[in-house]
């Protein structure tokens, strides 16, 4: 089993900064992670649909959210498996449940081409 676990949520104030962490491991000798294709984060506020953040392939091509250009940075280490979300100049309207995912994930014995999820952290933006 591939596991993603999250860290670096809590509150903040607007205009504050946060990283988010989430690093993918798995529970095997036989599923150790050799590659992780793509991670990134999503996001969802309450009442809203979970929506993209930022992503980020092996080789580092980034995508991003147009309402995060400019203030967030998503970033990986692929030696570690685990992928960051620096995320300044925070405002009310990002708060929400941050969930990591990570996508085509090779291990010794086998290719996972579906999406694996963490459990997601909570960012609290107070006004």
């Known amino acids: 089993q591939v596991q993603l676990v999250e860290s670096g949520g809590g509150l903040v104030q607007a205009g504050d900064s946060l990283r988010l962490s989430c690093a993918a491991s798995?529970?095997?000798?036989?599923?150790?992670?050799?590659?992780?294709?793509?991670m990134g984060w999503y996001r969802q506020a309450p009442g809203k649909q979970r929506e993209l953040v930022a992503s980020?392939?092996?080789?580092?091509?980034?995508i991003y959210a147009d309402s995060v250009k400019g203030r967030f940075t998503i970033s990986r280490d692929n030696a570690k498996n685990t992928v960051y979300l620096q995320m300044n100049n925070l405002k009310p309207d990002d708060a929400a449940v941050y969930y990591c995912?990570?996508?085509?994930?090779?291990?010794?014995?086998?290719?996972?081409?579906?999406?694996?999820w963490g459990e997601g952290t909570l960012v609290t933006v107070s006004s």
């Open positions: 798995g529970s095997a000798a036989s599923r150790k992670i050799l590659k992780v294709n793509t």
């Open positions: 995912y990570a996508r085509g994930i090779t291990t010794p014995l086998q290719f996972y081409g579906m999406d694996y």
């Open positions: 980020i392939t092996s080789g580092d091509r980034t």
